[in-house]
């Protein structure tokens, strides 16, 4: 059973950075796509960014340019810097790894932008 792994959330100021990371416990080359999504008090989980098997990245408007996704293969791994943070950005975090129709979600690590 595929598992993956959140880590780096917290607390962090108004205009901060933050960088995400997500351990899977297989090749993330075996995914159709690996994507950060986010879910706020009371509202929708939403897609944040994401990274297909060929390395292409796609992101949603809201954090356009100021998010990067990236990913080291050799340690299964993708992450998310996000920077110029906001409180709108707050929210839990979630991995989320897609095998043609199938998702696998991590547990989620909270992110708090605050002063």
């Known amino acids: 059973q595929v598992q993956l792994v959140e880590s780096g959330g917290g607390l962090v100021q108004p205009g901060g950075s933050l960088r995400l990371s997500c351990a899977a416990s297989?090749?993330?080359?075996?995914?159709?796509?690996m994507g950060w999504y986010r879910q706020a008090p009371g509202k929708q989980r939403e897609l944040v960014a994401r990274?297909?098997?060929?390395?292409?990245?796609d992101y949603a408007d809201s954090v356009m340019g100021r998010a990067t996704m990236s990913r080291d293969i050799a340690k299964n791994t993708v992450f998310l810097q996000m920077n110029s943070l906001k409180p709108e950005d707050t929210a839990v975090y979630y991995c989320?790894?897609?095998?043609?129709?199938?998702?696998?979600w991590g547990q989620g690590t909270l992110v708090t932008v605050s002063s």
């Open positions: 297989r090749s993330i080359l075996s995914f159709n796509s």
């Open positions: 989320n790894a897609r095998i043609l129709v199938v998702d696998i």
């Open positions: 990274i297909t098997s060929d390395g292409s990245t």
